[in-house]
């Protein structure tokens, strides 16, 4: 009889998709996630190890910028599979030891997420076994206020984040879902957006001699909006 026990296949969340719910211990207490968060962004990430350096920079910049995504309605929630103890000595260490790119005297004050089972981990495809099978990659996914996945990024271990990047893309999604238009390659606050294609020949004739929009062509316009 073949005794094999096949490994478990678990699906990877994807973009359009409810958000996986669980329960877990962190440094700011026990959480529900995704519900305690509702009516909130939240970009909830992973980090491969504490007490590493890559993870340290991050952690520093994530905790410096932390108010400027409170003010864009958005939540930060971290996740290793360290243990609790562990995430609270290291951002002791932070906090009390390390200075990196102009930042000290760090206080890490979102909630960072122990989980030595790896079970979040894997629910959200945070493990990659070809990179490593007992660290996180760098996974980075965007929640929005329905608890819905609005955007996903992975990085590997040794490729630490552009926290710029991270900032805009939050602020590109809230813009698109604000004013139902679209942002190109490389657009940042300020920039001219994309507004959808015309539906029918009437509405891209209107929009092609309209004094709102600037049309390349009739499935090519942008228009702009204010910086705030």
Known sequence: MDTTIEPQVVSMPRIGDKAPEFK???TQ????FPSDFKGKWVIFFSHPADFTPVCTTEFMTFANLEKDFEA???SLVGLSVDGLYSHI???RTIKEKIEFNGMK????????????TMEVSKKYGMIQPGE???KAVRAVFFVDPKGVIRAI?????SLGRNFDELKRALIAMQTADAYAIATPADWKPGDDVIVPPAGSCGTAKDRME???VQCKDWFFCTKSLPLN
Request: a negative charge; one cysteine or more.
């Open 105 to 116: 005297n760090i206080e890490v004050k979102f909630p960072l997420i122990e989980d030595i």
């Open 24 to 26: 877990a211990v962190t």
């Open 132 to 134: 490593s099978s007992t």
């Open 89 to 91: 000595a290291w951002l």
């Open 72 to 74: 864009l309605n958005c």
């Open 210 to 212: 309209s004094d709102e």
């Open 29 to 32: 207490g026990e959480i529900n």
């Open 153 to 157: 990024i992975y990085y590997p271990l």
